[in-house]
T-cell receptor, first 113, second 116 residues
C-alpha cells in the first residue's frame, strides 16, 4: 500500500537558518504530493503541493520538488522565522485510491529568536 | 466563502457512551473525508464519501464506527460504545470532486474527543 516516511523530529533551529525536512514515499499509482502545516492550536492547512514529476510547489518561502526518480518531496526554506514554528506533515494522494490522503508522522519545528 | 466546519470542537464522554461528530463541508464540494489524528497512530484515513455514498470505508477501525452523509452535504460520524482508545482529534476534509482527480483537500478545525 501507499506510505509516506518523514525524517524524525523534533527540529529546533535559530531564526534565519536554512530548513530541510525530508520526505519519501511509496505509491502504487501516480500520486499528488502535499505538505500540510499545523500551527499551534489550529487546524491543518495546505502549505504547498505538486501533482506531477519535476513540479515545484512553493508558498510562504517554502519549496518542495516532486522527484519521481528518488520518490521524494523534501521541504526547504532558505530562512526560517519564529512564526514558522509548527508541525509539518508530508502526504500523498493517489487518484486511483479515491484520492484519500496518506500522511507521514509529522515533524515538529521550533524556531528560536 | 466559508470553510469546512465541525462540531462540537471538544467532546468529553464516558466510556461506553455513544457520540456523534458533525462535519459541514465547503458548499459545492462533492467529496468528503474523515480522518483521525491520535498520538500513537498519527493521521489516519477513516472513510470517504462521494455525494451521499461511501465507496471507501476501509479506514474505519471497528464496527462501532459508522458515518453517513445526507443531501450531499453534512456528514455525521458516530462512535458507539466509546472506548478510551477512541480519544483523538477527528478531522473532516472536503474537495470538489474527489476520486480520480489531483485536488486539494481542505480541512476543518477538528473535534477533540476525550473518552474517560
Amino acid at each position: 500500500g501507499d506510505s509516506v516516511t518523514q525524517m524524525e523530529g523534533p527540529v529546533t533551529l535559530s531564526e534565519e537558518a536554512f530548513l530541510t525536512i525530508n520526505c519519501t514515499y511509496t505509491a502504487t499509482g501516480y500520486p499528488s504530493l502535499f505538505w500540510y502545516v499545523q500551527y499551534p492550536g489550529e487546524g491543518l492547512q495546505l502549505l504547498l503541493k505538486a501533482t506531477k514529476a519535476d513540479d515545484k510547489g512553493s508558498n510562504k518561502g517554502f519549496e518542495a520538488t516532486y522527484r519521481k526518480e528518488t520518490t521524494s518531496f523534501h521541504l526547504e526554506k532558505g530562512s526560517v522565522q519564529v512564526s514558522d514554528s509548527a508541525v509539518y506533515f508530508c502526504a500523498l494522494s493517489d487518484p486511483g485510491a479515491n484520492s484519500k490522503l496518506t500522511f507521514g508522522k509529522g515533524i515538529t519545528l521550533s524556531v528560536r529568536p | 466563502g466559508a470553510g469546512v466546519s465541525q462540531s462540537p470542537s471538544n467532546k468529553v464522554t464516558e466510556k461506553g457512551k455513544d457520540v456523534e461528530l458533525r462535519c459541514d463541508p465547503i458548499s459545492g464540494h462533492t467529496a468528503l473525508y474523515w480522518y483521525r489524528q491520535s498520538l500513537g497512530q498519527g493521521l489516519e484515513f477513516l472513510i470517504y464519501f462521494q455525494g451521499n455514498s461511501a465507496p471507501d470505508k476501509s479506514g474505519l477501525p471497528s464496527d462501532r464506527f459508522s458515518a453517513e452523509r445526507t443531501g450531499g452535504s453534512v456528514s455525521t460520524l458516530t462512535i458507539q460504545r466509546t472506548q478510551q482508545e477512541d480519544s483523538a482529534v477527528y478531522l473532516c476534509a472536503s474537495s470538489l470532486w474527489g476520486s480520480g482527480l489531483k485536488e486539494t483537500q481542505y480541512f476543518g478545525p477538528g473535534t477533540r474527543l476525550l473518552v474517560l
